[in-house]
């Protein structure tokens, strides 16, 4: 496993207790993969941070990456929207993370996804 990347849905399900998420983080954590939060997907499931125990644990974990949307992505997010005539920018976060980490990608949206990669490695939830 090379690791995986979060996006919102993933967060939130993992936020909602999820045993597929846990199980996925669990052996990613057994074999010393890294797991990418791209901030973007970070913000859309962010809502009660005092609430949010397991979220804040994820993102203080020592092999947790916290990807900013800093401005040399902001320009790949917005040619990959362009390419793919789409809008979300959260989800091209996501797709930009993954490819630069080799990642697979942990989501409860995998129609969104392929639409921006029809080659990414994905989990569906």
Known sequence: MSG??????ALIA?????????????????VGARVTIPATALAQSIRRPQTQ?????LVRQPTTDLASLDGPDAT?????????????IADAHVVICARRA??????????D?????????????
């Open 4 to 9: 995986l990347t979060l996006d919102a849905g």
């Open 14 to 30: 993992l936020d909602r207790d999820d045993r597929r998420v846990l199980v996925l983080l669990a052996r990613a954590k057994e």
């Open 53 to 57: 125990a397991r979220l804040a644990r």
């Open 76 to 88: 790949r997010v917005g040619l990959l929207l362009a390419a793919t005539r789409t809008k979300d």
């Open 102 to 111: 080799r990642q697979t990608i942990v989501t409860s949206d995998p129609d």
């Open 113 to 125: 996804l392929r639409r921006l990669d029809p080659d990414a490695s994905l989990v569906v939830l």
